[in-house]
């Protein structure tokens, strides 16, 4: 679910938690496990567009990931097994799909660019930070550009592209607690939370 759409998981994991409160562990470990992807889906974009920037990024996205990784799966094991969720899912590779992702990459590329020009470094984070509640990988694609262009430093693009990822996060435990059960917001905020405040960490020690 994670590879196709982490914030579909999420919604999709919310409802069915609604209609089976019970479930809220198990839906917890999957809305997590798909958030957490992200993290090396970026990691994937970045290492493609601006190798040299890869292992700035990787720091904070491998140890965000390890820890989603391991408190979801704690979370999971202290359940009980048996239980099979289903997501509702759409193919996201269509035409129409793709013609908005470009649409939307470019859009925020030009809009790094100009906030970059503008606001310096406040307005790159400023700009990861509102892209980033909707969609990680298009400023991740653009900060990788501008930093493989020299319009940007590693530190600048690294640190925009953890900003956007944790906003991406915000939104994916806000979902949960809207959609889902207080049990569920609770344990999803709780875990990606952590996960959340290891990445901030990370970055101020690099």
Do not use: C, Q
């Amino acid at each position: 679910g994670g590879v196709v759409s982490s914030t579909a998981t999420a919604v999709s994991m919310a409802e069915r938690t609604r209609a089976a409160p019970d479930l809220y562990h198990v839906t917890a470990f999957s809305a997590v496990i798909a958030a957490v992807v992200m993290f090396p889906r970026a990691l994937v974009e970045v290492a493609v567009v601006d190798p040299e920037l890869f292992p700035f990024v990787a720091v904070p996205l491998g140890a965000m990931t390890v820890a989603g990784v391991l408190i979801g799966a704690l979370v999971y094991w202290r359940t009980e097994a048996g239980h099979d969720v289903e997501t509702d899912l759409k193919n996201p590779f269509h035409l129409r799909t793709a013609l908005i992702f470009g649409a939307i990459f470019g859009a925020v590329l030009l809009l790094s660019e100009y906030a970059n020009a503008w606001l310096g470094v406040s307005g790159i984070y400023g700009t990861a930070f509102v892209s980033g509640l909707a969609d990680v990988d298009a400023i991740t694609l653009s900060l990788s550009t501008l930093s493989a262009d020299g319009e940007i430093s590693k530190t600048v693009a690294t640190t925009g592209i953890v900003i956007a990822a944790i906003a991406n996060t915000a939104v994916k435990a806000g979902i949960t607690w809207v959609l889902g059960t207080r049990e569920l917001g609770r344990l999803v905020t709780a875990i990606l939370g952590t996960v959340a405040v290891l990445g901030i960490a990370v970055l101020l020690f690099l």
